[in-house]
């Protein structure tokens, strides 16, 4: 068949005569599709759509209205970031991997740093000061990330008043972020040894007042949306994926959570102190899209504990190791010029001590040397086991470094919940997975 | 639960003396460095060219490795064991350093040691976060290695698994079949590594295009970049410039 | 003076061009085009505390074929690149593009194999914003400093020489490596 008049791309193919309809002519892919015996359709959606969740690609056989077979296709965002971090010092590397998965920045940055403090054997040295704000900043990462999932997953659903909910609240953990760090995003704030720089004055004030503004808008997403008729029927039952699929395919973070085991790093493997937190780790048995989302608002809601602890504990101190051969020597602050110069120490170097000024030039062009070997290290991110795993060959740039990232292990199991289907739940179980493309494709 | 037994943290001092950490000139050599700042061909003028630098990656551990690690080397050896194996053919090498445990497995034997690690009661290695290459130029003969970590949340413990496989014949068994997560973990390798894993269901590249030539991530496949023009100057890529080596 | 003088109220005389351009600046679509980072922020700036509704462009649009405006935001892969071009492509004339961000603009601190160094590579590209990524001001900034390059416009005869003199300027323009002074 498909003689005469063929659109373009019509080929017979060992499963039957596949249509293209790049360019085509729709009425006559309409005409040839009629005459097929079968329903069968193959839909491209992405890697430009409003509904994937950024440059995700789904390839869809339909029957109908109901999906058969979904596939994945990523890498549209492919980046090269791994390779590019063997070509920067241990230091530099921050200013990459914050960059991986957008939203969860000092997730990515956490978990490098821990790798490249176990390969130094400095682990246990990184003051107390410097794991209180790393777990500050993680956690409100935590309610920024999950955020942007309830935010962009009720967009994607049509909803468009939580998105502008979601929105509304993540900007206040964004001034936060520009106050503490400088940068609303991609922040490069926790270096290896400890942090960039100490808290501003004033962050502990704005915090409280963050605290107190949270509690009273994550109310506002129950009412919204938790006891919504419309928003429950669109995600019950949606996306569900049991534990023995959540096991073999890998999926942590809320999409294990939901199929009932409470699993969290921050429990089975503390790291930057978390056993020393009062917090519980919120399971649902329901295994569904809905589930995942009360799970995100519970969440948030434990990380507010933790982050009112975190500012109970934040005593003066230094937040970098001492050791003055990773350290670097200026002590950045933010002065009255609106610059970070230590105003002390360029008068030092460049004054009264050549040794310091060689040193700081070494430490800062160099950079430090790492031992050599490997280590793996992770850290419960917003998505999941955020794992790295770096080499290092016993010289100043990392010999190689491999995330493991939440999103990109979860997304697989993507074809799991959308088979079997209709088309329209596609959209509601992409979304609870929440992949975040820079963290898939990297 | 103490910081040895998650694999994270530092060791804990009565077992610290227990666990041999390989350092100095004992290690496995992986590489030898000549020179500085990039200069190999003649025309040195750095006063570093004579500098020679012995790349050596931690070596193999004796007994006993301390903590929980005996526990799973005796478990996985006596279930090897079981199987007919002789665990020193399966078990190459096994290296205990900064308070981790990898086992260097023979690439054949890697879908059984996988499956007994999964499945013994003992070990229970449910979760597997994927695979890691590296590439080793310098180590003729076993250039590409394949990292997995496997996490167990039974016994709350996390160990490694290395497999190396020659340049001249980069083929690795696929254990999608016992962990089904592997499956984009391992086409993700073989997109950036080269590395074939044989047995694995659509091997195909995942995240480069299609077409693509060669294997971005390995060593020997250049960064890529393009020299940046500025007022009156031109900056090479990263990976062209004078560096520290 | 002139014509004006004798008009009744209620009238006001301009040239299709300035009515044209005056139309098409307050009208204008984005398609939805986020790639990375800044697509996050590309989303902030539509959301209440920015309000792009301000300035009529609230709605982006789904469909290229309903678009004028393409915000490319974030880094653009060698695997993205064919797929920008035919999005491009699919949107009907006149339109622009914004390169929002370092990445789409120049490359950025990603100069290896994945990246394309620029997406003017792909298509001609009307406003630069650089950033890592940008705040939602300098997209506000951009967009009205678009607005004003569209208000602007010029058509039909006065199009095509507009075209020629921009395109002798770049002709004529200094490549950058042999440009002298301070770098900005």
Known sequence: MATTHAPAGVRETTEGTVYDVTGGDWDEMAAHAAKSDDERIIVNMGPQHPSTHGVLRLILEIDGETVTEARAGIGYLHTGIEKNLEYRTWTQGTTFVTRMDYLTPFFNEAAYCLGVERLLGIEDDVPDRANVIRVLLMELNRISSHLVAIATGGMELGATTVMIFGFRDREHVLDLYELITGLRMNHAYIRPGGLSQDLPPGTVDALREFVKKMRKNLPEYDALCTGNPVFKARLKDIGYLDLAGCMALGATGPILRSAGLPHDLRKAQPYCGYETYDFEVPTVDTCDSYGRFLLRLEEMRQSLRIIEQCIDRLDPGPVMVEDKKIAWPAQLALGPDGLGNSLDHIKNIMGTSMEALIHHFKLVTEGFRVPPGEVYTAVESAKGELGVHVVSDGGTRPYRVHFRDPSFTNLQSMAAMCEGGQVADVIVAVASIDPVMGGVDR | ?245 | MGLEEKLPSGFLLTTVEKAAGLARKSSMFPATFGLACCAIEMMTTGAGRYDLARFGMEVFRGSPRQADLMIVAGRVSQKMAPVLRQVYDQMPNPKWVISMGVCASSGGMFNNYAIVQGVDHVVPVDIYLPGCPPRPEMLLDAILKLHEKVKNTKLGVNQKEAAREAEEAAMKALPTIEMKGLLR
């Open chain 2, 1 to 245: 639960m103490s910081a040895q037994a998650n694999g994270n943290g530092p060791q804990e001092p009565d077992e610290g003396s227990s666990v041999p950490v390989q350092r100095g000139n004992t290690g496995e050599v992986i590489d030898v460095r000549h020179g500085m700042f990039g200069a190999r061909n003649g025309g040195d003028t750095s006063g570093y060219g004579g500098l020679v630098r012995t790349v050596r990656m931690p070596g193999a551990a004796v007994r006993p490795y301390g903590g929980w690690f005996d526990e799973v080397a005796d478990e996985l050896e006596g279930a090897l064991e079981e199987q007919g194996l002789v665990p020193e053919h399966v078990i190459v090498n096994t290296v205990v350093d900064r308070g981790e445990l990898t086992f260097h497995i023979a690439r054949e034997h890697l879908p059984q040691v996988a499956r007994t690690l999964r499945d013994d009661p003992a070990l229970r290695f449910e979760l597997c976060t994927g695979v890691s290459g590296v590439h080793y130029p310098g180590e003729t003969g076993r250039e590409l290695h394949a990292v997995y970590h496997l996490r167990s949340l039974t016994h709350n413990r996390l160990i490694r698994l290395e497999v190396t496989a020659p340049d001249a014949d980069p083929h690795v068994p696929s254990i999608v079949d016992v962990y089904p997560t592997n499956d984009w973990h391992e086409r993700e390798t073989y997109d950036f590594f080269g590395l074939v894993f044989d047995g694995h269901p659509a091997l195909t590249r995942i995240l480069m295009p299609d077409d693509w030539q060669g294997f971005p991530q390995r060593k020997d496949y250049p960064l890529g970049g393009i020299p940046v023009e500025y007022k009156g100057a031109q900056i090479p890529a990263p990976d062209q410039r004078r560096s520290y080596t």
